[in-house]
T-cell receptor, first 114, second 113 residues
Framework: DTEVTQTPKHLVMGMTNKKSLKCEQH?????MYWYKQKAKKPPELMFV???????INESVPSRFSPECPNSSLLNLHLHALQPEDSALYLC?????????????FGPGTRLTVT | DAKTTQPNSMESNEEEPVHLPCNHS???????IHWYRQLPSQGPEYVIH???SNVNNRMASLAIAEDRKSSTLILHRATLRDAAVYYC??????????????FGQGTILTVHP
C-alpha cells in the first residue's frame, strides 16, 4: 500500500469557520508534510513532522495549525482563513526526513474560502 | 538551495522518446538531483533521483552532465499518461531543512496521440 489519503476532497468554508483537513498513511512512514499549491503554481512547503514532532514550519500564519496525533495521521486545523488561502492543500509522507527518501503525495484537498 | 531552470513547456508525440532538460549551474557537490511530476488533478509523484552517475528505473532515465551543471530526464516512450508538469529539484543533505522539497516552475509536457 503506497497510498496517502486525504479528506475531504473539497471544502468550502467561510472566514469565521473552523475546519480541519485530514491526512492518513499506512506505509510506516515517520515523516509527514503539508504543502500548499495555488492555481498554476508549484507546491510550497508549509510544515514537516518527523517522528510526530514538528520539524519545519515555513513561517506559516497561525491561522493554520498542524497536528500529528500519531505516526499515521496528520491534521491541519484551519481558523479565520482569508480568501487568499484558497488553494489545493497537499499532504505527503516519506520513510524519513532525509533526502534519500522519496515523498509520496496524496491527491489533495481543494479549499475555497468565501 | 541552488536554483534550477527548466523550459516552460515541451511537446512530444506518443511512443516517441522525450528529453526534458534542467539547468542547475550553481549546484553544490552534495546536492542530489530529484525529479517529480504532477499529473492533472493529482499530487506530485516521485520519478527518479541521482547524484553523479546516470540512473535508470522503471519510469525513466536520468542523465547527469559530467560537470553536474545540467541533467536530462528521459522518458523512453511517451504515453498519453505521461502528460504532466515535470519538476527538477535539487536537495541538499546538509542543514536543518534537509527534508525540504523546493519546487520550481517545472516543464509542462504535452503528449500528442
Amino acid at each position: 500500500d503506497t497510498e496517502v489519503t486525504q479528506t475531504p476532497k473539497h471544502l468550502v468554508m467561510g472566514m469565521t469557520n473552523k475546519k480541519s483537513l485530514k491526512c492518513e498513511q499506512h506505509m510506516g512512514h515517520r515523516a509527514m508534510y503539508w504543502y500548499k499549491q495555488k492555481a498554476k503554481k508549484p507546491p510550497e512547503l508549509m510544515f514537516v513532522y518527523s517522528y510526530e514532532k514538528l520539524s519545519i514550519n515555513e513561517s506559516v500564519p497561525s491561522r493554520f495549525s498542524p497536528e500529528c496525533p500519531n505516526s499515521s495521521l496528520l491534521n491541519l486545523h484551519l481558523h479565520a482563513l482569508q480568501p487568499e488561502d484558497s488553494a489545493l492543500y497537499l499532504c505527503a509522507s516519506s520513510q524519513g526526513e532525509g533526502l534519500r527518501y522519496e515523498q509520496y503525495f496524496g491527491p489533495g484537498t481543494r479549499l475555497t474560502v468565501t | 538551495d541552488a536554483k534550477t531552470t527548466q523550459p516552460n513547456s515541451m511537446e512530444s508525440n506518443e511512443e516517441e522518446p522525450v528529453h526534458l532538460p534542467c539547468n542547475h549551474s550553481t549546484i553544490s557537490g552534495t546536492d542530489y538531483i530529484h525529479w517529480y511530476r504532477q499529473l492533472p488533478s493529482q499530487g506530485p509523484e516521485y520519478v527518479i533521483h541521482g547524484l553523479t552517475s546516470n540512473v535508470n528505473n522503471r519510469m525513466a532515465s536520468l542523465a547527469i552532465a559530467e560537470d553536474r551543471k545540467s541533467s536530462t530526464l528521459i522518458l523512453h516512450r511517451a504515453t498519453l499518461r505521461d502528460a504532466a508538469v515535470y519538476y527538477c529539484i535539487l536537495r541538499d543533505p546538509g542543514g536543518t531543512s534537509y527534508g525540504k522539497l523546493t519546487f520550481g516552475q517545472g516543464t509542462i509536457l504535452t503528449v500528442h496521440p
